[in-house]
Nanobody, 114 residues
């Protein structure tokens, strides 16, 4: 059974940084890709970042390009989302997703506010 657990979300001031983690069990990230999504109140869930399977290629939503970085640690079977220069519009629940298995984590809340 594939399980994903996100962590690292919290309240941060505009301009600040956070690193979210997504730890997986039941499968190996290096074999399959992982996506980060976010959902703000009253809005659709938005794809934020993608990291591919074997080659680790990455892609980002235009709204976060240049500020967010997705990466993985194969030894820890964990994917990260480094978020810099945060703005209030980044406030959302962030979810990791394993598309190969249709698995979602429970989400972690990020709030950007002064």
């Amino acid at each position: 059974q594939v399980q994903l657990v996100e962590s690292g979300g919290k309240l941060v001031q505009p301009g600040g940084s956070l690193r979210l983690s997504c730890a997986a069990s039941g499968y190996t990230f290096v074999d399959y890709g992982v996506n980060w999504y976010r959902q703000a109140p009253g809005k659709e869930r938005e794809l934020v970042a993608v990291i591919g399977s074997t080659d680790g290629s990455t892609s980002y939503a235009d709204s976060v390009k240049g500020r967010f970085t997705i990466s993985r640690d194969s030894a820890k079977n964990t994917v990260y989302l480094q978020m810099n220069n945060l703005i209030p519009e980044d406030t959302a629940v962030y979810y990791c997703h394993a598309p190969r298995f249709g698995a979602w984590g429970q989400g972690t809340q990020v709030t950007v506010s002064s």
